[in-house]
C-alpha cells in the first residue's frame, strides 16, 4: 500500500498523546480519525484531489496537523498562508498559485470568505465538518508535490517553494537523526505555521518521533515561560529575537521566578536557534544565564535545514556549524572556483534530498537558482576549524527581521503606492532585539510631509506587520551611482 510514511508512523504511535494545551489532549490515533473525515470532506465526489493546491489557514496544533494530513491523504498540496497577512497578500498567494480550496476555521474563515467569494474559491470551515462519510483514499506515492511555502527573495513578489512528499521526509529525517528526537520529546510549539521552522523543525519531526507537541496561538511569553519553570519540555526550538526576548524577561523577573525558570530550561535536553543569525553575544549570555549551551543551525525553505553545530559535541558561539546528515554543502568563489580549502569566503551551494523540487510556475527563476545540481543558496560562509560561518548574504535587498526573510523590492513596490512617495529604498538597519530593522528612506512628492505613524498605519492595510516600515527618512534625493541606479551601500551609509 502506498501510504506516506508519515501515516504509517503515526499509526504505530496510535494512543500516545501528540498534542496538550491544559487539560485537553489528542492522540495520535485521533489526528489520524480527525484527518479522515476532512480529507472525505475535501475529496466531495472526487477520488484524488490530484495536486490542487488547498490553502491552510489556521494556528499550530492539532486542528491544523489533521487538516495538513488530510490535504496530503486525499492528494492536494497543501499551501499554508500567514495568519496576519493582509488582504492583498492572500490574495497574491491564492491567485499565483492557482489554489481552489481554502482550509480555515470558523474564525479565520469568516476573515477570508469575502476574498475566497470574489475569487471563485471553495471556502471549508473545518469547524463545520464534525464528520464525514468514510471514503477510500488515494495512494500516496512520495515523489508527488506535497506543500507550497512562499517566500521572499531578490524578485519583487515572493516566489512559491514546492516540496515534494520525499523532500519532506528527507527533511524531517535528517534532523530526526542529528538531534536525537524520541517519543518522550515535549515541544512548544508558538512559532507562525506558514514556515519550516514551524512546520519540519518543530511539528514535523515531533510527529515523526511519536513525540507531545503543547501549541501556542502565539508567541505568549508568560504561558511559556510558566509551563518551563515546571519542566514541561525536552526541547525548544525559537528564533534569535525570542532568546533575546527570553533574556529580557528573565533579567526583569524576580530573582525567584528567575530561579525557577532558568532551572526549567537548564533541564532541558537540548534548545535551538536558527532562522537568523544569533549574535554571539546572546549566545554566550544565554550560556551564562541558564547553563544551555544553544545550538545554532542553518537552513532555508528551498532546503530545509543543511547545517547544524553537534549535538554531542562543539556548539561555537557564531558559527552554524557542519553539515547535517544526508546533506552535501560546498562553498564557490564568485568567479566560480569551489573552495576546498579554509578561510576563504564563498556563496554556500546545497545538494541533497530535502532541496525543493522548483519554484511553482517560474522554471527560469528554479534553473537560475541552481548551478547542476546544486542549489545557490545567496548567502555567503566561511568554513573555519572545520564549522562554517554565515557572513550575510549576497543581495543586499533580503531582510532578515524577527526571522523572517522580507523583500526589500516588496515593502518599496507597496510604499510606492503611496500618493505622496515619489521614491523610496527599502534597507534592513542592525538591531538587538529583531536582528535587522526594516527602514525607508523617501523622497516625497512636491516638499510634501509624512510622518512614521501614518505612514505604518496606511501600510498595515497593504504589508504584515513585520513587513512595516519601523522608521523612516526623508531626503530631497536618493543616493545614486554614474549610472544613476539607487546604491543600497550609500543609502545604508545616510544612517
Ligand atoms: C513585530 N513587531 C515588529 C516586528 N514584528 N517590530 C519590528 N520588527 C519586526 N520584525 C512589532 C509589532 O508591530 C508589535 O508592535 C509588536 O512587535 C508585537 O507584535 P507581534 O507580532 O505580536 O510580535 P511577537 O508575537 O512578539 O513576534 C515576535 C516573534 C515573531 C515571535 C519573534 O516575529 C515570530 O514568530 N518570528 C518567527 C518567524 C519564523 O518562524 N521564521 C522562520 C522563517 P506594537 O506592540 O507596537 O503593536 S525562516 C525558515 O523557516 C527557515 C527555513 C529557517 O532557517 O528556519
Ligand atoms: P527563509 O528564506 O525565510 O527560509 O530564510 C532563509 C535564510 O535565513 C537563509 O538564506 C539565511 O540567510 C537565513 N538564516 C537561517 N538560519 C541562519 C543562521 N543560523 N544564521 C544566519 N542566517 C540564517
Given amino acids: 500500500m502506498n501510504e506516506l510514511p508519515l501515516i504509517t508512523r503515526a499509526r504505530s504511535h496510535g494512543a500516545a498523546i501528540a498534542f496538550r494545551s491544559g487539560t485537553t489532549t489528542h492522540t495520535y490515533q485521533d489526528i489520524l480519525d480527525r484527518s479522515d473525515a476532512l480529507a472525505s470532506a475535501l475529496l466531495g465526489e472526487a477520488d484524488d484531489l490530484k495536486e490542487s493546491r488547498v490553502a491552510l489557514l ?14 496530503w491523504r486525499a492528494g492536494g498540496i497543501k499551501l499554508p498562508i500567514c495568519l496576519s497577512a493582509t488582504e492583498p497578500e492572500w490574495e497574491y498567494a491564492l491567485t499565483d498559485s492557482s489554489v481552489s480550496i481554502v482550509v480555515a476555521d470558523a474564525a479565520n474563515a469568516a476573515k477570508i470568505a469575502p476574498l475566497c467569494a470574489r475569487l471563485g474559491v471553495r471556502l471549508v470551515d473545518i469547524d463545520a465538518i464534525t464528520s464525514a462519510p468514510a471514503k477510500t483514499l488515494p495512494q500516496i506515492t512520495s515523489d508527488r508535490r506535497a506543500m507550497i511555502l512562499y517566500t521572499s527573495g ?29 517519543a518522550r520529546d515535549r515541544i512548544p510549539l508558538f512559532l507562525p505555521m506558514h514556515h519550516i521552522h514551524g512546520i519540519i523543525n518543530v511539528t514535523s519531526c515531533a510527529l515523526w518521533s511519536g513525540a507531545m507537541i503543547e501549541p501556542f496561538a502565539r508567541f505568549d511569553l508568560n504561558a511559556i515561560l510558566n509551563r518551563v519553570r515546571v519542566d514541561a519540555y525536552t526541547l525548544f526550538m525559537a528564533v534569535p529575537t525570542i532568546y533575546v526576548k527570553l533574556i529580557q524577561a528573565l533579567e526583569s523577573a524576580s530573582s525567584e521566578d528567575r530561579a525557577a525558570i532558568i532551572g526549567g530550561f537548564k533541564r532541558m535536553r537540548l534548545m535551538v536557534s536558527g532562522s537568523a543569525a544569533l549574535p554571539a553575544s546572546v549566545h554566550e549570555q544565554w550560556t551564562a544565564l541558564t547553563g544551555q549551551k544553544l545550538l545554532e543551525r542553518y537552513g532555508m525553505t528551498e532546503i530545509g535545514m543543511a547545517i547544524s553545530n ?86 543586499v535587498d533580503i531582510i532578515k ?49 509624512l510622518e512614521l505613524k501614518t505612514l ?40
Fill in 58 to 71: 489556521l494556528p499550530g496544533g492539532f486542528e491544523y496537523v489533521a487538516a495538513q494530513w488530510s490535504i
Fill in 154 to 182: 531578490t524578485t519583487s513578489k515572493p516566489k512559491g517553494v514546492v516540496t515534494t512528499h520525499a523532500n519532506i521526509q528527507a527533511q524531517i529525517e535528517s534532523l530526526v537523526q542529528a538531534w536525537e528526537w524520541s
Fill in 310 to 395: 553537534l549535538y554531542h559535541g562543539e556548539r561555537r558561539p557564531g558559527a552554524v556549524g557542519a553539515p547535517l546528515p544526508g546533506v552535501e554543502v560546498r562553498l564557490k568563489t564568485e568567479g566560480g572556483q569551489i573552495i576546498t580549502a579554509e578561510d576563504e569566503p564563498g556563496e554556500i551551494q546545497v545538494r541533497g534530498p530535502g532541496v525543493f523540487a522548483a519554484y511553482w510556475n517560474r522554471p527560469e527563476a528554479t534553473a537560475e537558482t541552481f548551478d547542476g545540481d546544486w542549489f545557490r543558496t545567496g548567502d555567503m560562509a566561511v568554513l573555519e576549524r572545520g564549522y562554517y560561518r554565515i557572513m550575510g548574504r549576497l543581495s
Fill in 401 to 449: 527581521s524577527g526571522g523572517y526573510k522580507l523583500s526589500a523590492l516588496e515593502i518599496e513596490a507597496a510604499l510606492l503606492e503611496h500618493p505622496l512617495i515619489d521614491e523610496c529604498a527599502v534597507i534592513g538597519l542592525p538591531d538587538d532585539t529583531w536582528g535587522e530593522a526594516v527602514t525607508a528612506v523617501c523622497v516625497f512628492k512636491d516638499n510634501a510631509t
Fill in 456 to 495: 505604518r498605519e496606511w501600510c498595515k492595510d497593504r504589508l504584515s506587520v513585520y513587513k512595516v516600515p519601523q522608521s523612516l527618512l526623508v531626503v530631497n534625493e536618493l543616493p545614486r551611482n554614474a549610472m544613476g541606479k539607487v546604491t543600497k551601500p550609500a543609502v545604508k551609509a545616510l544612517f
